[in-house]
């Protein structure tokens, strides 16, 4: 069994030494703990630092990508190199690595195949009271869309089986925290969160330049991803909503219709055209959206097993 602790880093310099010298080389359950470096197109020293703190792989991005397609980047290289568990850590060393072997645990067991690192929200003293609340109230609803229990859905410390690191697929350039989540979730994958505790604050988070910012992208992120993979629910929700009103504005008009009074309610009978005839075509877009979600699921699963056979091709080559 092979684990491979992944760092994601854009100009850590001044903290991947802290960030490497405190990761474990024996964690139980494993044969071998390997660490991977990916650098995010930086422009200081980060990979030279690495490589004389003895990190085992980087891998080098030729320009910043963003946080999301750097992960992305490790995942890929993670399971190429025969990564039994993968576990992402953030390179400003927030995270305490001596979690990591509570972290995989549930994987080990069979319990999980994506495990969140739950911080101490309400303890942190360097966050905000927004941030606080803004934090619980994201979670609770990545919680609600993802059908999931993850306690704290914006936490980077997490751990990945090899099943799951080949069934995800991160479409966001800006992060891939919530968009993991709820696609684990919609895919009936096990996510388990699991309490851990955090360092000091080294540097201000430079994904949360401000609140604002980050509550518009996020909100953004979760309505992409609810479309991706609940669009039958999505538009159909917008069909009812547009065509039942219609619908009664056309039966308030044939009522005063039949009592003889219908020569001054013409305008409702456009609003309710309009309206009823939008509800149908957003019904139709419900069905096409839904036909394409069940093709999309097809691909993803194709694509799985496509991981899968290169993997274990790659794997007995080595």
Not at 289 to 303: C, E, H
Request: glycine share 8%; net charge neutral.
């Amino acid at each position: 069994m092979k684990i491979i602790i992944q760092i994601p880093c854009f100009n850590e310099a001044d903290y991947i030494t802290d960030v490497v010298q405190s990761l474990p080389r024996e964690v139980e359950g494993f044969d071998a703990v390997e660490w991977l470096v990916v650098d995010d197109g930086s422009i200081d020293k980060t990979v030279e630092v690495a490589q004389k703190c003895g990190v085992d792989h980087i891998v080098r991005l030729s320009q910043n990508q963003g946080l999301a397609k750097a992960f992305s980047a490790g995942l890929e290289a993670s399971l190429n190199l025969g990564a039994d568990v993968i576990v992402n850590t953030d390179g400003d060393n927030q995270y305490n690595a001596d979690d990591i072997p509570l972290l995989v645990q549930p994987i080990l067991q069979g319990q999980a195949e994506m495990v969140v690192g739950e911080r101490p929200i309400s303890s942190i003293k360097h966050f905000s009271p927004i941030k606080k609340l803004l934090q619980k109230w994201g979670s609770a609803v990545v919680r609600s869309i993802s059908r999931t229990d993850v306690r704290d859905a914006p936490s980077g410390f997490r751990a990945y089986s090899r099943e799951a690191a080949m069934r995800l697929n991160v479409f966001s350039n800006y992060t891939y925290t919530l968009e993991t989540i709820i696609q684990a979730g919609q895919m009936g994958m096990a996510v388990k969160s699991v309490p851990i505790r955090v360092n000091g604050e080294t540097r201000p988070s430079r994904l949360v330049k401000s609140i604002p910012s980050y509550v518009k992208r996020s909100i953004v992120t979760m309505f992409r991803v609810f479309v991706v993979y609940r669009p039958m629910r999505f538009f159909g929700y917008l069909a009812a909503l547009a065509f039942v009103p219609g619908f009664a504005l056309g039966l308030r008009f044939l009522y005063f219709y039949l009592n003889g009074l219908g020569d001054g309610h013409i305008q409702s009978v456009i609003l309710s055209a309009l309206l009823m005839g939008s509800g149908l075509l957003l019904g139709i877009v419900a069905v096409i959206t839904d036909l394409i979600s069940v093709n999309r699921r097809l691909l993803q699963k194709i694509q799985w097993q496509v991981r899968k056979l290169e993997n274990e091709f790659s794997r007995d080559e080595s």
